[in-house]
T-cell receptor, first 115, second 116 residues
Framework: KQEVTQIPAALSVPEGENLVLNCSFTDSAIYNLQWFRQDPGKGLTSLLL?????REQTSGRLNASLDKSSGRSTLYIAASQPGDSATYLCAATIISSGSARQLTFGSGTQLTVLP | DAGVIQSPRHEVTEMGQEVTLRCKPI?????LFWYRQTMMRGLELLIY????????DSGMPEDRFSAKMPNASFSTLKIQPSEPRDSAVYFCASSKTSGGPQETQYFGPGTRLLVL
């Protein structure tokens, strides 16, 4: 059974700092790895999706990497802003019966960027 | 598109009462997922449907929980009878199972359930 772990559980940084969020997964037979953002009282928004054949994906100030062999992914946020404050969750995707993509989520990292 | 729509957004009920959560997936999506999020257990998959058919309900906690998808644009998650430990945020998500590697799930805003 796939297990996804995120460290740290919470992180507080001053505005402008670069930061890295970590995600590890136990089963390397993943289809893709996704990073989501969750704001308080809201649903999840997909930020980046890395296919199993890829090593990284970039979107603006965000860069996500994937190392299947070690079972790790990182989310790098450059020049952090107070608006980046949210909970960031990673999810490992497997192909389940019916061809649906089944996600296993980590518990998330709660990020606070201080002005 | 309006995205995934869930109702109600908040529900407060008393133990023993029946609770029905509703979800309208994004038009054209053929997979629908129900998740539950709690502080203790994080985000857990309860059940998912593909083309309106339940594929895997192994995440449903017990017989008090049931889910239906009578058509491609509507699904319900029912708890009967409800218990305080069912208090959580319930999310519905949908995706288009096209076989492409970029497929992702789109989440609704969630229903925050409190069982007293």
């Amino acid at each position: 059974k796939q297990e996804v772990t995120q460290i740290p559980a919470a992180l507080s940084v001053p505005e402008g700092e670069n930061l890295v969020l970590n995600c590890s997964f136990t089963d390397s037979a993943i289809y893709n790895l996704q990073w989501f953002r969750q704001d308080p009282g809201k649903g999840l928004t997909s930020l980046l999706l890395i296919q199993s054949s890829q090593r990284e994906q970039t979107s603006g100030r965000l860069n996500a990497s994937l190392d299947k062999s070690s079972g790790r992914s990182t989310l790098y946020i450059a020049a952090s802003q107070p608006g980046d404050s949210a909970t960031y969750l990673c999810a490992a995707t497997i192909i389940s019966s019916g061809s649906a993509r089944q996600l296993t989520f980590g518990s998330g990292t709660q990020l606070t960027v201080l002005p | 598109d309006a995205g995934v729509i869930q109702s109600p957004r908040h529900e407060v009920t008393e133990m023993g009462q029946e609770v029905t959560l509703r979800c309208k997936p994004i038009s054209g999506h053929n997979s629908l997922f129900w998740y539950r999020q709690t502080m203790m257990r994080g985000l857990e998959l309860l059940i998912y449907f593909n083309n309106n058919v339940p594929i895997d309900d192994s995440g449903m906690p017990e017989d008090r929980f049931s889910a239906k998808m009578p058509n491609a644009s509507f699904s319900t998650l029912k708890i009967q009878p409800s218990e305080p430990r069912d208090s959580a945020v319930y999310f519905c998500a949908s995706s288009k199972t096209s076989g492409g590697p970029q497929e992702t799930q789109y989440f609704g805003p969630g229903t925050r359930l409190l069982v007293l």
